[in-house]
């Protein structure tokens, strides 16, 4: 259909003014103030500027003014309308309406009226929830943050890979595998083997936890800086604002590459591709900062000015240990961080977000290279205030005996490992990862607090929308 965007309107007012054009939108509000009718519209293109449509009614008899402007004033519906742009003192420019056409009807029970309706409520309408002003500026930024991850890496000499979705090994080793089966549920075998033999791959298949197996197989198998951005899935039975099944994960896979060479890289990388993002979406984050958080372009230029704060675990367990402050868990060394504590150390100590380093390696994964204490590994988590953890990463194990060990430690088939283990074999090198939550960054820009409302179709405990 020949139309205008409303955005390119917008983007050059001036030249549009006294210019006939035809646009195309979803009616947001109506007004008939007589003799005058208003009408505001939205395409898409923009998130909360509407193109203010002006129809003079007396220019229309009775008659086709109730058969043909009056059905467009409902909430919701589609239109086309054409017109000359005038300049206005109030909406920069609107359109003098001669000729208004119905797209698509739309009935008085529209789920979506004029209030304000709560996040709980839009979750039951995924399909129409981005078209209230929350869901296109998040959207728009999210939509920015990753056409931003893809520039940084592009730039940087990585290459995108496509890695497998459906896979036989568990990256985390957590049991957080989603099955993936044809069998029927009440087939009768004689072993859980015999099952699996008898299933679609022939043996057990789930979908992935993480690419980054297979990522460091593609660096390490001589493409040297490697990154995947897709979606990855988790069968945590939990129901958090931080937690879905499945979450959009960017992994980068860095050979040459030690700890801290790391960190100092994916601060570069969280500095950036926020800073992209705050460039191109002013008007979204002008929107969360008035309706979702306060401070937020204060807590961005944070972000973008000045340098993360590195502590390490042991570090981070005294501070949490001596802050005085009671928590429901408690801390000592070699207890796992809980929310609590992470968020006490972004929130309280730090205020700006922080890499911690150099966890127990009782409670993190076998891939993680083991430090020379004996008790520790030489991995990050990003937390930020407010969320928590948004990036865990670490230099990788690449001593064959180390490996094998810390892998025979927790039970893993070593059989289903075989091309991972013989990456250490054949010229191995020191190389480092880290996988970004990348729908918990999205909360982090936004502002929004709960991970369910920056996917549109979000898949949860017990939940899919
Ligand atoms: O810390 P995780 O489990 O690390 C890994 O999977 C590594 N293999 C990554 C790597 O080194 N290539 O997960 C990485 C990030 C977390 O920091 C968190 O932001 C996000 O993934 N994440 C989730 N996001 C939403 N819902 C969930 N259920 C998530 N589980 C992890
Ligand atoms: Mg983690």
Not at 103 to 132: N, V, W
Not at 373 to 394: F, M, N, Q, R, Y
Request: hydrophobic letters at 35%; charged letters at 25%.
């Amino acid at each position: 259909m020949k139309h205008t965007d409303i955005k390119a309107l917008f983007e050059n007012s001036e030249s549009f003014i006294g210019k006939t054009v035809t646009v195309c939108g979803w009616v947001r509000t109506s007004a008939e103030v007589k003799p005058m009718t208003f009408i505001q519209i939205n395409d898409g293109t923009t998130t909360t500027r509407n193109l203010q449509l002006t129809i003079h009614s007396d220019e229309f008899s009775e008659e086709k003014y109730l058969s043909e402007v009056k059905p467009l004033l409902t909430l919701g519906v589609s239109l086309k309308a054409t017109g000359t742009i005038v300049a206005s003192e109030r909406n920069i420019i609107e359109l003098e309406t001669s000729d208004l056409q119905l797209l698509g009807g739309c009935p008085e029970d529209y789920p979506l009226q004029k209030k304000r309706s709560s996040a709980e409520f839009l979750r039951t309408i995924p399909h129409l929830r981005t078209r209230t002003n929350m869901m296109k500026a998040c959207m728009t930024i999210r939509s920015t943050l990753a056409y931003a991850v893809h520039d940084y890496f592009h730039n940087r000499g990585y290459a995108y890979i496509h890695t497998p979705i459906i896979t036989s090994s568990d990256c985390e080793g957590a049991g957080e595998m989603f099955r993936v089966t044809t069998q029927p549920w009440n087939t009768d075998y004689k072993s859980e083997q015999e099952y699996y033999e008898n299933d679609y791959f022939g043996c057990k298949a789930g979908l992935t936890v993480s690419c980054q197996l297979e990522g460091e197989m593609a660096a390490l198998g001589g493409l040297g800086r490697i990154y995947t951005f897709g979606p990855t899935f988790r069968a945590e039975k939990s129901g958090t604002v931080k937690h879905v099944a499945e979450f959009w994960h960017v992994e980068p896979e860095i050979c040459f590459v030690n700890l801290d060479e790391l960190i100092d890289i994916a601060q570069e990388f969280i500095k950036y591709i926020i800073s992209y993002t705050v460039e191109r979406c002013s008007q979204e984050i002008d929107f969360c900062e008035k309706f979702i958080e306060k401070g937020l372009r204060a807590k961005l230029a944070t972000v973008m000015e000045s340098d993360f704060a590195r502590v390490t675990y042991t570090d981070a367990v005294k501070i949490l240990e001596t802050s005085g402050h009671k928590f429901e868990f408690p801390i000592y060394w070699g207890a796992d961080l809980q929310t609590e504590h992470e968020r006490y150390l972004t929130d309280v100590h730090f205020k700006k977000p922080v890499f911690v380093t150099d966890y127990p390696k009782e409670i993190k994964s076998f891939y993680m290279k083991q430090n020379d204490d004996g008790k520790t590994v030489a991995c990050t988590d990003l937390l930020v205030p407010h969320i928590g953890e948004i990036i865990g990463g670490s230099e990788r194990e690449t001593d064959l005996e180390k490996l094998l060990n810390a892998m025979n430690d927790r039970n893993m088939p070593l059989e289903s490992y075989g091309e991972y283990i013989d990456t250490r074999k054949f010229g191995t090198v020191e190389h480092s990862g880290f996988g970004l939550g990348f729908d918990r960054l999205v909360m982090y820009v936004t502002g929004i607090g709960n991970i369910r409302d920056v996917l549109q179709f979000p898949r949860a405990y017990k939940h899919i929308y």
